[in-house]
């Protein structure tokens, strides 16, 4: 029994000794803590000319479905403004995909368009990027075609219609 106490304090004081002093085999691409890259970030937003005017702010959404409450909390890392704007902000995490999609876009920014109302501010750290995200409904092309023909449509039937009240006289 005393073995093997011996042995669990001397590996734990080896692991504890190496991750204290030894260097990262990782070196530079070391992961930094969640702190350390909103930190990071908000320096870089402050070099860019935004103003913070607040960090971390989590807002509380009910759901309610049948008799069920589901409460869900939308993240904002930072509420920035810039020439009298403001808007919400959202550092890149490491577990964030490198290949940005719309359904990514849609999952976790959207959220954040809908709830300020204003374009988002995504922050890449790491690559040294400020992306504003907006939003809008974009209609294909062949909808305008299709109304600006029902409209010529109906100004045809109304010049023909004119021109025959006008023949009666």
Known sequence: MAIL???TFLT??????????LASPLGEFASQSQRERL???????????YRIVQERVAHEMSTYFGSRKFTNY?????????????????????????????????RQLFPLYLS????????????????????SID?????????WRSRLLWLAIGIATGWLLSMQK
């Open 74 to 106: 939308i993240v904002a890392d930072f509420v920035v403004e810039k020439d009298g704007m403001p808007y919400p902000a959202r550092v890149r995490s490491t577990r964030d995909p490198d290949r940005v999609s719309g359904v990514w876009l849609r």
């Open 39 to 49: 930190h990071y970030a908000a320096e870089f937003l402050q070099k860019k000319g």
């Open 12 to 21: 734990v004081a080896f692991l504890w000794l190496r991750g204290k002093y």
């Open 139 to 147: 209609y294909p092309a062949r909808y305008h075609r299709r109304r």
């Open 5 to 7: 106490a011996l042995l």
């Open 116 to 135: 300020y109302e204003s374009p988002v501010v995504y922050v890449c750290p790491d690559a040294g990027t400020i992306e504003v995200v907006d939003f």
